[in-house]
């Protein structure tokens, strides 16, 4: 069956280090890998995507790396700021149809 | 634009009841998504909406079923309340993918969810 598997234990960083999240995933041969933030009660926002044909993707302070061959996608904050804290969710799938990791909380201290 | 609506936000039933909940998708989006969220289990997709046809199901038993309507709002219904249904139900809506067939990205936005509490 697929899988995707994401870190459960809470990411303590501190202000201005880089966090970076691992997404692992079995089963998929994905066209596409997706990162969406969550805060408490309230639904997730899409930050990312990445294709399998690229490598590398950069938003901000944010990147990604998507490899095939692992089956895995790394997300990276750079310089991270408290306000960076919440839960982060890789997610997998088309049409509709997504399947989400269990996400990882990220606490980011002053 | 307003974004995804979802209502109620909070809901308290007891066992053996049923509930509807109500999505408001943003203006222009014809994808609906429901998904169920546990401490436990995580995100879990129900069920996609398209044009008023159910074009995609998750592995959730037929008490969760859900509709479409025309203007392309949707409801989503649980009949026979068990305990383990408590959860947070949120919705998530998204442009027409069709035209770019199943690997095309249409990005999903996530309305606040619905809080619903089984007693």
């Known amino acids: 069956s697929q899988k995707i598997e994401q870190n459960s234990e809470a990411l303590n960083i501190q202000e201005g280090k880089t966090a970076t999240l691992t997404c692992n995933y079995t089963?998929?041969?994905?066209?596409?890998l997706q990162w969406y933030r969550q805060d408490p009660g309230r639904g997730p926002v899409f930050l990312l995507l990445?294709?399998?044909?690229?490598k590398e993707k950069r938003k901000e302070r944010l990147k990604v790396t998507f490899d095939t061959t692992l089956k895995q996608s790394l997300f990276h904050i750079t310089a991270s700021q408290p306000a960076d804290s919440a839960t982060y969710l890789c997610a997998l799938g088309e049409w509709g149809k997504f399947q989400f990791g269990a996400g990882t909380q990220v606490v980011v201290t002053p | 634009k307003a974004g995804v609506t979802q209502t109620p936000r909070y809901l308290i039933k007891t066992r053996g009841q049923q509930v509807t909940l109500s999505c408001s998708p943003i203006?222009?989006?014809?994808?609906v998504s429901w998904y169920q969220q546990t401490p436990g289990q995580g995100l879990q997709f129900l069920f996609e909406y398209f044009s008023e046809t159910q074009r995609n199901k998750g592995n959730f038993p037929g008490r969760f079923s859900g509709r479409q309507f025309s203007n392309s709002r949707s409801e989503m219904n649980v009949s026979t309340l068990e305990l383990g249904d408590s959860a947070l139900y949120l919705c998530?809506?998204?442009?027409?993918?069709?035209?770019?067939?199943?690997?095309?990205?249409?990005?999903?936005?996530f309305g606040p969810g619905t809080r619903l509490t089984v007693l």
């Open positions: 990445i294709r399998e044909n690229e």
């Open positions: 089963n998929y041969s994905p066209a596409y």
């Open positions: 203006s222009g989006h014809r994808s």
């Open positions: 998530a809506s998204s442009l027409d993918g069709l035209a770019g067939g199943p690997f095309f990205f249409n990005e999903q936005f």
